[in-house]
């Protein structure tokens, strides 16, 4: 174990979600990845806030918030509550950290306030931000795209030395890169469901001599799925697969694609992540949210959003490119270096111990 900050000692990190009571046991018997919340709670020195100690700790009131505004706003009461004890807070998304920096108004001292950003530039976001004053009671937000980050200095006025872009994590540790074995045909695949553009691969690779599996699933999207919409041909099959059955997936493929509607946040990030770490060679589209990871040429291609011929043609120059294991190769240099999950929680312990010395 690492560890904890020289000054992390009383930092609070919130989970939306419910912490599964197996995640240690699967994690330890290699069942699924590392999570973020874990390691920056062991690295932060943090104690963790889910739904389940929410709903376990706010009493009649916090029963009241969650039947009223549900359980994100009751995750926010539950950290205000605590606000006495501790230095600083440390929210998983504006899901959380937009309603608790709105109660930190109500209180003259309050702790220091990091939140992660996925994505601001919702005009409905953008409404509250400005109305409620929010640029005051956030102290640092941490984006993943580029264009966020160019979007919340530009139009919502915040300081640019409190916006931090840093790229996303994965755990190298579990998607591993395998010996490449050619498949006959050969086998590609994606994943997720956030903002996939499945139809549009789908018909890329409608008629194509290649086997296709599409991973349709996601373990916190709400997002439907977006092949529901497509009348599915022979070669493709949609399946919804565990951790270990997703990274056997990526073991067998050739190639990986990582369709993509036009987006300004960086939608796709945890595949292609995952996929890199394979040394997988990829293709993605290019959206204005996802610029920041895949470099052309060099770690995978990028294609127009929406262009189903663009796609095809790049699918059928990948299969046929002798260079596709050194794209591959590349992309997992390049997670090792910047987006392991070690490597990202250590970046983001750095502003924590920074935020914490700063407030002594």
Known sequence: MRESPKYATRVLLTVSGVIPPDLAADVIHGRRPRVDYVEMASTFGADLLDYGEAWRTSGRFGRLVR??????????????????????????????????????????????????????????????????????????????????????????????DRVVLTPFMVDTGFFVPRPSVRSSPPLICSAGLEFRDYPTLVEAVRGMDVQV????????????????????PENVEVRRLDF?????????????????????????????????????????TRTAGQTDTIVEDVSGRYVPPGDVNALRNAITAMLDDDRADDLGAAARRWTAEHADIEVYVERLAQHVVATLAGST
């Open 67 to 160: 039947l009223v505004a549900g359980d994100n706003a009751l995750l926010a009461w539950s950290c205000y509550r605590r606000r006495r004890e501790y230095d600083l807070v440390f929210t998983d998304g504006e899901q959380i950290g937009f309603p608790l920096a709105a109660m930190f108004h109500l209180t003259r001292r309050r702790p220091r306030h990091l939140m992660i950003v996925h994505v601001l530039s919702v005009p409905k976001k953008v409404a509250v931000f400005r109305l409620l004053r929010l640029r005051s009671t956030i102290d640092t937000l941490f984006v993943y795209a580029s264009e966020q980050r160019r979007f919340i200095v530009e139009r919502l006025g915040v300081p640019p």
């Open 213 to 232: 599996v599409l991973a349709a699933a996601s373990p916190w999207s709400r997002r439907r799925d977006s092949s529901d919409d497509v009348v599915i």
């Open 244 to 284: 270990a059955e997703l990274r056997e997936l990526y073991a067998r493929s050739d190639l990986v694609v990582v369709p993509v509607v036009e987006t300004d946040f960086q939608a796709g990030i945890t595949t292609i992540l995952e996929a890199m770490a394979m040394a997988k060679p990829i293709i993605c």
